[in-house]
């Protein structure tokens, strides 16, 4: 189970947004890394540079590897219907990915730790793969060892919550109402940049 265990500002201000949602922890977020960094951060990019950027930010912010992206959006791409759709719907019914939107944990790390440290139960069966695809109708709970733990105990008393529509919640357990798209993804991605980047 491959994943990137570099240091990762470095990646956020490659990216100028915020990965991982460290927050006020996060350092020069305008800046890109490395000694070009100030010079490199006042370039105007071709329209291959912006669709290679808008797939690593998508890439990186969900924590997966180029092959299992690439796999995902062959994936997306080979189903009918809206591709950005297809391909939102395949990250977000990622099961570390459902753990951070149920409000489970702070970050999509810690999420995935939690499914690989096999603290999450999906209708009553522990799951311990971070890339488990949940479906509608399924339940997801915390062990009882995972509810002890200091900050999943913070965010479960958490009343400041919010949950996506396409998931509903009750205490330490969380319901797949529906299938996501992207409309159910906040963040400002491209999406038709990621698309156009896997088309050529």
């Given amino acids: 189970m491959a994943r990137y265990i ?17 927050g006020g922890k996060l350092t020069r977020l305008n800046v890109t890394p490395g000694v070009h960094g100030p010079k490199g951060s006042r370039r105007k990019p071709s329209q291959y540079g912006k ?38 719907s395949l990250l977000e019914s990622r099961l570390d990915n459902t753990v951070y939107r149920l409000g489970f944990a702070a970050t999509r790390p810690q999420a995935r730790q939690l499914v ?6 999906v209708d009553g069966k522990r799951v311990n793969i971070p890339s488990f695809q949940v ?12 509810m002890e733990i ?9 009343k400041d919550v919010t949950i996506p529509e396409w998931l ?9 109402k529906r299938k996501p798209g992207r409309d159910d993804v906040p963040e400002p991605f491209e999406e038709a940049d ?6 050529r």
């Fill in 6 to 22: 570099g240091p990762k500002d470095r990646l956020s201000r490659r990216e100028n947004f915020d990965l991982f949602g460290k």
């Fill in 51 to 88: 669709q290679l950027r808008e797939k690593q930010k998508v890439k990186r912010f969900y924590g997966i590897l180029e092959r299992q992206f690439k796999n995902y959006m062959a994936q997306a791409l080979s189903e009918k219907g809206n591709t950005s759709d297809a391909l939102f």
């Fill in 116 to 121: 690989s440290h096999r603290h999450v139960f």
């Fill in 135 to 146: 479906r509608p109708g399924q339940t997801i709970t915390l062990s009882a060892k995972a």
């Fill in 150 to 158: 200091p900050s999943v105990a913070l965010l479960l008393k958490a």
């Fill in 168 to 176: 509903s919640r009750k205490a330490a357990a969380g319901k797949i």
């Fill in 194 to 199: 990621i698309v156009e980047f896997y088309s």
